[in-house]
């Protein structure tokens, strides 16, 4: 069976050099906020070109505190898209401000700006668009419309680290961005983790505070904060990775590239669609079929795995509709029930991708 993705350590390389410093943190003795989450979040911050790399406990952790430390609460309406992960969601919930969901672009994925500016009103304090499955979406019309309307503007980068589009890398342009070590993701840890970026001080400063307990001077709390601290260890295995995740990213390509390549043009079948100015990392490859249980019956009978991200968009999810009532959001609606994720991971190889390839040939010639 092809896996979607593989997460064991193929890499002889990087296991060792990963093996090397977990020794290191063993024979210290220190595995919280210890030179590794140092070096880490300095070398972060370096890679996108910020002033600042705060990491946390989670990917949900950088967005909630985020959203906390930017002074979002009730009252306050936050605009996000409606096809992503619920902890996108979660986060907005957790301050007690309301999200509002604007429709997706039905080529990218990611936030329509036109919808976004239509959902623009005068209870909105924030935009958090999602880069989807490893695609930037519009940040140039995304902080046009912020600036003119005096807005923030938060990225979640959880699915893009080392995205582009425009010459301008995921996580560097807006008042906030923030990222997941998740282990699936394109730069993942071996567990939970996070990480926020930014450029302000006061910012950084209280979202330091906010993961450590409100505190920043030991049993001296300024304020109420959260448990929220990136072990020693998960550093370790994120710093080796960073040095990689340029190569991750290229693999990635090539393998979308020689997906796109073969399907496009073959019945039922729309593979994702880059925008020209666009650098995809393609955390998930994912196409679009019209009759996606056959498909991916299909695949998996000939030993391929696949998963749908995401078959409910948030605003259908049951949790909203009691608080929020029904919304119809067709071209979010429209992708979630069309929607595929085929396997891909740096370690793929020519014969894996032809196993998939030949699979899908063989299901729509049988359709």
């Not at 990611?110 to 209870?123: F, G, H, K, M, R």
Request: aromatic letters at 6%; charged letters at 20%; glycine letters at 6%.
């Amino acid at each position: 069976m092809i896996p979607l993705a593989d997460l064991s350590l193929t890499d002889h390389e990087l296991r060792a050099e990963i093996e090397s410093g977990m020794r290191a943190v063993f024979d210290s003795g220190r595995f919280i906020s210890g030179p590794n989450v140092a070096a880490l979040e300095d070398e972060v911050a370096a890679y996108l070109g910020v002033k600042h790399a705060v990491s946390c406990a989670s990917g949900t952790d950088a967005l909630h505190l985020t959203l906390r430390a930017l002074d979002i609460g009730p009252g306050d309406e936050v605009i996000t898209s409606p096809f992503t992960f619920f902890a996108t969601v979660e986060a907005i919930l957790y301050v007690g401000a309301t999200p509002v969901f604007a429709d997706i672009d039905p080529h990218t994925f990611t936030l329509d700006p036109a919808a976004v500016e239509a959902a623009i009103s005068s209870a909105t304090r924030a935009v958090l668009p999602v880069h989807l499955y490893g695609q930037m979406a519009d940040m140039d019309a995304l902080h046009e419309l912020a600036q003119h309307h005096h807005l923030k503007v938060i990225e979640d980068c959880a699915q893009a680290f080392g995205a582009r589009r425009n010459g301008l890398i995921a996580g560097s342009g807006s008042d906030a961005a923030c990222f997941s070590f998740f282990p699936s993701k394109n730069l993942g840890a071996f567990g939970d983790g996070g990480l926020i970026a930014c450029a302000s001080d006061a910012v950084a400063a209280r979202l330091r505070e906010l993961c450590n307990h409100g505190s920043t001077q030991r049993y001296v709390h300024r304020r109420v904060g959260y448990n929220s601290r990136l072990d020693e260890l998960q550093a370790v295995v994120v710093r080796a990775k960073l040095k990689r995740v340029d190569a991750y990213n290229d693999a990635r390509r090539r393998i979308a590239r020689r997906y796109t390549q073969a399907l496009e043009g073959l019945s039922g079948i729309t593979p994702p669609q880059e925008h020209p100015a666009a650098y995809h990392v393609y955390n998930q490859y994912t196409l679009l079929t019209p009759d996606r249980a056959t498909l991916q019956r299909a695949l998996h009978d000939h030993r391929v795995a696949t998963a749908v991200h995401y078959p409910l968009p948030l605003h259908k999810q049951p949790a909203l509709v009691e608080r929020y009532g029904r919304q119809q959001l067709p071209v979010a609606e429209a992708v979630a029930e069309r929607c595929l994720s085929l396997p891909i991971y740096p370690e793929l190889n020519d014969a894996g991708v032809e196993q998939v390839l030949a699979a899908i040939q063989a299901a729509t010639e049988i359709a």
